[in-house]
């Protein structure tokens, strides 16, 4: 048997991240039922680990869950090494139908000036990707892929720096 040293490599502390994965059913039909992944990063920060669940990871499973009702949270590790976050998405992707998915926060308040309504539109939108298996071009063209979550506006005005420690997944 062959001993094979792998190297590990550290990220620079900027670069490490939370990755968060769910498990989405999607019921199409009575008899049709398909199984997708999302992934997703956040900033690993002193506060912010994989054991913890916070604002911006509830908002984005409760916007999933509005429209597909049996998502969960199946994963949250540290990305510390080199490699890892790369490990992880060929693993729920390769050989997959991904989908771009878009949950759009707006605030639920009525906004009566013009100027707050231009300037609350696609300030806080997050780009997911959908894994899906499925062949089935019919099926997947009935996946819903974008959702509107309302805030209260109180919690919108002051989002901004939550919404910096999520990032996207290319």
């Known amino acids: 048997m062959e001993n094979k040293n ?3 490599n550290m990220l620079d502390i900027d670069k490490c991240r939370v990755l968060k994965i769910i498990r989405v ?3 199409i039909n009575i008899k049709c039922k398909m199984i997708g992944y999302m992934l997703y990063t956040r900033l690993y920060a002193r506060n912010y680990g994989e054991e913890n669940t916070d604002y911006v990871d509830s908002i984005i499973l409760n916007a999933i869950n509005s429209v597909y009702p049996n998502s969960q949270f199946v994963c949250s590790t540290n990305i510390l090494f080199e490699g890892n976050l790369e490990r992880h998405i060929e693993h729920y992707t390769a050989g997959k139908n991904i989908l771009n998915f878009h949950i759009n ?3 639920s308040s009525d906004i009566e000036s013009l100027q707050i309504k231009e300037m609350c539109l696609d300030k ?3 780009n997911l ?3 899906l298996d499925s062949n089935s071009d019919s099926l997947i063209a009935c996946v819903t892929r974008q959702i509107l979550t309302l805030i209260p506006l109180k919690e919108y005005l002051s989002f901004g ?3 910096k420690t999520f990032i996207e997944i290319k």
């Open 6 to 8: 792998v190297e590990l």
């Open 25 to 27: 059913e999607i019921n």
């Open 105 to 107: 926060i707006r605030p």
């Open 124 to 126: 806080y939108l997050f």
């Open 129 to 131: 990707k959908l894994s």
């Open 161 to 163: 720096d939550k919404y």
